[in-house]
């Protein structure tokens, strides 16, 4: 079947202008995963989803990074007024929801702010 | 909290010789450990993971790591490397009831002579 989709693939951008990066799961797959992956960082954990309710933003890095997931499948991670300092490859992961299930991820969005 | 460090950033192994990739974790809670592969513009895939059960955790492409409590260890192994093993390594961890959000290390670039 299909794997986790994201898209755009590549998104291009001016500082200030906010963007909405898009999130395909797997079909059925309950827990939905953002994560973002730059070269000072690493790959961070941003948020998490089960179902459409998001118990855990604890890596959001700030006001202007917000996502939502509506009826338990595609999910949107905005970020407003974007700066430099958010040009990063996003990942996109979701999973079954059991306890500690493989997440696949899909083939990420990459976002360069000019 | 949790946290994870990979030891060496790039380790680079002859065809055929062993790769031994390191990490090791904090965790408050019982870990579960996971190791990803990242190929060249490609999205991150399982290699294998350690839950509950035996410590000895085998996984895709001959790779195979052990948990080691004591240690706080969870190194990858392969007995003989090949050119397709070439590729980024990320070690990761999460906890129970933390809905399964992975926390990374810095990953570790793996070279493979001919």
């Known amino acids: 079947g299909a794997g986790v989709s994201q898209s755009p693939s590549n998104k291009v951008t001016e500082k200030g202008k906010d963007v909405e990066l898009r999130c395909d799961p797997i079909s059925g797959h309950t827990a939905l995963y953002w994560y973002r992956q730059s070269l000072g960082q690493g790959l961070e954990f941003l948020i998490y989803?089960?179902?459409?309710?998001?118990?855990?933003k604890s890596g959001l890095p700030s006001d202007r990074f917000s996502a939502e997931r509506t009826g338990g499948s595609v999910s949107t991670l905005t970020i407003q007024r974007t700066q430099q300092e958010d040009s990063a490859v996003y990942l996109c992961?979701?999973?079954?929801?059991?306890?500690?299930?493989?997440?696949?991820f899909g083939p990420g969005t990459r976002l360069t702010v000019l | 909290a949790q946290s994870v460090t990979q030891l060496g950033s790039h380790v680079s192994v002859s065809e055929g010789a062993l790769v031994l990739l390191r990490c090791n974790y904090s965790?408050?809670?019982?870990?579960?450990l996971f190791w990803y592969v990242q190929y060249p513009n490609q999205g991150l895939q399982l290699l294998l993971k350690?839950?509950?059960?035996?410590?000895l955790v085998k996984g895709i492409n001959g790779f195979e790591a052990e948990f080691k409590k004591s240690e706080t260890s969870f190194h990858l192994t392969k007995p003989s490397a090949h050119m397709s093993d070439a590729a980024e390594y990320f070690c990761a961890v999460s906890g129970a009831n933390q809905g399964g959000k992975l926390i990374f290390g810095q990953g570790t670039e793996l070279s493979v002579k001919p």
């Open positions: 965790s408050s809670v019982p870990p579960y």
């Open positions: 989803f089960q179902g459409n309710s998001a118990p855990d």
């Open positions: 350690y839950t509950t059960g035996a410590t």
């Open positions: 992961a979701s999973s079954t929801g059991q306890r500690n299930n493989e997440q696949f």
